[in-house]
């Protein structure tokens, strides 16, 4: 079925608003259970807005303790709140705009892995080679170990930053708490493993440990939320779902991806060839560059 946008203004209107962002199943989104695409109705900032409160600018990063050390910190916390926007999970830019006004906007792809989620969208990468356009990878561990070579080749390219998705991709949680229908991590010492484990890997492959975090869906709790921030990474969320877990056809992609505006973070999938993402991200690098957009890496 081809779902325009017009189409999905109908579904809002009428009160079915659903959001599948990230992968929807432990390996990779799940097309058949797609629900309607979202549509973001927030006002656009005319200037640049004030620093959100609960967002102060960034500092210097410090040395990361040990994971052990985090885990003891945490244990026998609890959580008190679940989703894909908490706060201390970053889903904008701290900078929505060029000194010269023009909006910036920042292109993150995931990667999840395992059965169904471990492809690799060469017609996306190329593409965002060819157009010169910067994108962080967040790439999961089971992918990272399917693909050694290329990540190794991706993480030596300028135009790449890459980032941590998670060892099992699994939603980030102290108490099993599910997104999607998938349990999240168990307990505070599986939440910093699922954290910690491609961090090491990554760091091992890259030679540079990741900076950004973004679990398995997208959704924390609070306190695991905190253990990111903890091993020294920062939560990623989103603003903008690029393509509904790499379901979209080109035209919505293309729609939503156009939808971005000044420090919006827009969601999308690289582990998906085939799917509709690769030729409506980049027709809509040309077109939103064509607006005045700077396309920018993210730089939390
Ligand atoms: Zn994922």
Redesign the pocket.
Same mark, same amino acid.
């Given at each position: 079925m081809t779902v325009t946008r017009r189409s999905l203004l109908a579904v809002l209107a009428v009160g079915a608003v659903g959001t599948l962002a &990230?992968?929807t199943t432990s390996g990779?989104p799940d097309a058949s259970t797609a629900p309607p695409a979202p549509i973001r109705t927030r006002p656009r900032p005319s200037a640049p807005p004030p620093p959100h409160p609960l967002e102060p600018p960034p500092a210097a990063p410090a040395p990361a303790p040990a994971p052990a050390q985090v885990a003891a910190r945490h244990a026998n916390t609890r959580a008190g709140a679940w989703g894909t926007s908490l706060p201390g999970i970053r889903s904008s830019l701290h900078v929505p705009f060029e000194p010269d006004g023009r909006p910036r906007v920042a292109w993150t792809f995931?990667a999840?892995g395992g059965s169904g &989620?471990d492809g690799v969208d060469h017609a996306l990468l190329d593409g965002l080679r060819g157009a010169g356009v910067p994108a962080t990878l967040?790439l999961?561990a089971r992918w990272v170990e399917r693909h050694p070579a290329l990540t190794s080749e991706l993480a030596a390219e300028p135009l790449f930053v890459l980032a941590n #998705?998670g060892t099992r #991709?699994l939603p980030l949680s102290v108490d099993g708490a599910d997104a999607y229908g998938i349990r999240g991590t168990t307990s505070v010492d599986e939440a910093v493993a699922e954290v910690w484990g491609n961090h090491e890997l990554l760091a091992g492959v890259t030679g540079a440990p990741p900076r950004y975090f973004r679990s &398995?869906?997208a959704h924390y709790d609070d306190v695991s939320v905190q253990i990111v921030h903890d091993l020294g990474e920062l939560p990623i969320g989103f603003t903008v779902n690029g393509d509904g877990g790499a379901t979209y056809d080109a035209a919505t992609v293309h729609a939503e991806f156009m939808s971005a505006g000044p420090g919006d973070i827009v969601i999308a #999938?690289l582990n998906q060839p085939g799917s509709g993402t690769a030729q409506g991200a980049i027709r809509a690098a040309t077109d939103l560059r064509a607006h005045g957009v700077s396309l920018v890496h993210l730089d939390l």
């Open positions: &990230g992968c990779g995931d999840c &989620g967040f999961n #998705h #991709h &398995g869906t #999938h």
